[in-house]
Every structure is written in structure tokens, then in C-alpha cells.
T-cell receptor, first 113, second 112 residues
Framework: ETGVTQSPTHLIKTRGQQVTLRCSSQ?????VSWYQQALGQGPQFIFQ???????GRGNFPPRFSGLQFPNYSSELNVNALELDDSALYLC????????????FGPGTRLTVL | DQQVKQNSPSLSVQEGRISILNCDYT??????FLWYKKYPAEGPTFLIS?????DKNEDGRFTVFLNKSAKHLSLHIVPSQPGDSAVYFC???????????FGTGTRLQVTL
């Protein structure tokens, strides 16, 4: 059984650009959540997808958007990047019927210059 | 307003001793709690969880205690090993989407 994978590992962008981060969820998991972890903080919930629909959103502006595909993989898109978007972006998936225990990928480190 | 608080940013413990990591929460309606361990450059790894119907859950060297009246939980690691050195986060599902709300983490260093 493969775990949660994310790509790319690292990414450097400049302010104003757009970025797409990718996540493949663990086998059998149909719910995907995205989190942002700034330095020295705990992960902050961005949004969650279930059956290809957004199923809840944290306190992030609309320039943060996402997609979930039929194979349960997911994308996080961020438009008009700002310096404060520099962070570790984590994807987590959870089992059918047990949405509260979430399993995290290794993350994508985004640096915005 | 932080709903989940870890007031100790760091903790140093000798190998073989007990490590106790603490977490406080604000809402008595929270009914499920998780602990995650995070190494640098990796995502958080699920360690152990506890439901509010229990006051203790044990898994090998890891035990989580829940004190509902005090809105407090703690993670005990016995005996501590150098490989336990990491940042530990407590978390709880909040809202309808099972979003996890995390504390700010405690960095544990286990020394030889």
C-alpha cells in the first residue's frame, strides 16, 4: 500500500505568479485535505475535497483553489502569489468512514521571492 | 483565538526517561484528539489518538491521557529514545469538514 505522495518537493516562484501543487492520496482514501504550515506554526487547514467537491474551507482567500480527480488525486492552485505564501504545503488523505484520522504526505516547500 | 494550545515550545529529556508533552483545548465539545510527530522536511506522521469516551489510550511506548474536566491532554513516551526527537503536534477535528486544528507544536529533544 502506497502512502500519500506530493510533487514537487520544492518550488521557487516570484510574487504575482501562479503555482500548482499535486497530491496522490493513499489507496482506499477518498477524502483529501490541504494544509499550509508556516515556519514555527502548526498546519493550517486550507480546504478539503470529498468526491471531487469542496467539502469545507478554512480562512484562505479565493486565490487558493483546488481540484480532486476521479482517482482521488488532488491539486492545489494558488494565483497571484504573495511573499506570505511561502510555506510548507501538506496534503492529507483519510479513510472512507474515518475522516478524522488524516495521513499526511511529505509536503511541498514553496518559496515566493 | 487558539483553540488548541501547546504552551511548551521545547522539551529536553534524557534517553530512557519519560517524556511528557502537554496540550490544552478551549472547547468542551471537542471529542477526538490526535498526536502527530514531525521530522524536518517530512509531513506529520500520525502517532496515536483518543476519543472523549476514554481517558487513556496506549500504543507501545506511547500513551495519551485525556482530562476532560481540565480540557487537557498529554502524551507520555516511555522510555524516550533518540529517534523520538521531533516536533509533536496535538490536533482535533473542528467544524463539519473534519478539518484538523493543530497546536503550535513542541520540539522534543532526547539526549544521550
Amino acid at each position: 500500500e502506497t502512502g500519500v505522495t506530493q510533487s514537487p518537493t520544492h518550488l521557487i516562484k516570484t510574487r504575482g505568479q501562479q503555482v500548482t501543487l499535486r497530491c496522490s492520496s493513499q489507496s482506499g482514501h477518498n477524502t483529501v485535505s490541504w494544509y499550509q504550515q508556516a515556519l514555527g506554526q502548526g498546519p493550517q487547514f486550507i480546504f478539503q475535497y470529498y468526491r471531487e467537491e469542496e467539502n469545507g474551507r478554512g480562512n484562505f482567500p479565493p486565490r487558493f483553489s483546488g481540484l480532486q480527480f476521479p482517482n482521488y488525486s488532488s491539486e492545489l492552485n494558488v494565483n497571484a502569489l504573495e511573499l506570505d505564501d511561502s510555506a510548507l504545503y501538506l496534503c492529507a488523505s483519510s479513510l472512507v468512514g474515518a475522516p478524522d484520522t488524516q495521513y499526511f504526505g511529505p509536503g511541498t516547500r514553496l518559496t515566493v521571492l | 483565538d487558539q483553540q488548541v494550545k501547546q504552551n511548551s515550545p521545547s522539551l529536553s529529556v534524557q534517553e530512557g526517561r519519560i517524556s511528557i508533552l502537554n496540550c490544552d483545548y478551549t472547547n468542551s465539545m471537542f471529542d477526538y484528539f490526535l498526536w502527530y510527530k514531525k521530522y524536518p522536511a517530512e509531513g506529520p506522521t500520525f502517532l496515536i489518538s483518543i476519543s472523549s469516551i476514554k481517558d487513556k489510550n496506549e500504543d507501545g511506548r506511547f500513551t495519551v491521557f485525556l482530562n476532560k474536566s481540565a480540557k487537557h491532554l498529554s502524551l507520555h513516551i516511555v522510555p524516550s529514545q533518540p529517534g523520538d526527537s521531533a516536533v509533536y503536534f496535538c490536533a482535533t477535528p473542528t467544524g463539519t469538514a473534519s478539518k484538523l486544528t493543530f497546536g503550535t507544536g513542541t520540539r522534543l529533544q532526547v539526549t544521550l
